[in-house]
């Protein structure tokens, strides 16, 4: 009878998720983080042909998303939003090789400040919410860093980082050399 009774809650498992595939209701393959990026990269993209339409959309390089990678999982591991320069110092060393063949313009989203016990790297921009609000958030964001309006800035590196439950995002502006 418990045979029985498995082979009918598999078989109706399986009937579920045919059925959900069959409606359009297959789950979404791309990570919390991943659809951030992107939408991120969407909403950046659509800010500067807002300013004008001859500026062209960043490209999201992959050898420069992953340089901006490499910082947010030295945040990831750490679980927190600051690190002092000793735990970090690697970590540039690494950014920087990694975005040696290209012309940087400037970031968003994390820093570099003198803090009590000296330097200090940290995660400044949460990730705004997917609305109107937070496509104004992220709009305005965006405004007051020069990058965003060159029609030399080409490229684009973007990392995001889920910390104690709330997304962080970096991005970094390059042109080639």
């Known amino acids: 009878m418990k045979k029985l009774a498995k082979l009918t809650a598999l078989l109706l498992t ?11 209701a297959a789950p ?16 950046i993209n ?8 001859s500026l062209a959309p960043l ?3 992959k050898q420069l998303s992953a340089a901006d990678q490499v910082w947010v999982e030295q945040f990831r591991t750490a679980r927190k939003t600051v690190l002092t320069e000793s735990e ?22 994390w820093g570099k400040n003198i803090g009590e016990d000296g330097w200090i790297d940290y995660l400044s921009d949460k990730v705004p919410a997917n609305t109107p609000a937070g ?33 962080y995002w970096i991005c970094d502006v390059f042109s080639h050399k």
Not at 14 to 24: R, T
Not at 93 to 103: A, H, I, N, Q, S
Not at 135 to 159: M, N, Q, Y
Request: glycine fraction near 8%.
């Open 135 to 167: 496509k104004a958030e992220l709009w305005a964001a965006l405004a007051v860093h020069p990058a965003f309006k060159r029609s030399d800035c080409t490229s684009i590196g973007i990392g995001v980082v889920t910390i104690d439950g709330q997304m």
């Open 59 to 61: 490209v999201e390089e």
């Open 28 to 43: 979404n393959p791309l990570t919390p983080e991943q659809q951030a990026k992107q939408w991120l990269l969407e909403e």
């Open 46 to 53: 659509s800010y500067r042909a807002s300013l004008d339409p």
């Open 14 to 24: 399986g009937v579920m998720l045919l059925l959900l595939a069959s409606c359009g």
């Open 88 to 109: 970090t110092q690697e970590t540039y060393g690494k950014w920087e090789d990694m975005t040696k063949d290209w012309k940087w313009y400037g970031s968003l989203g």
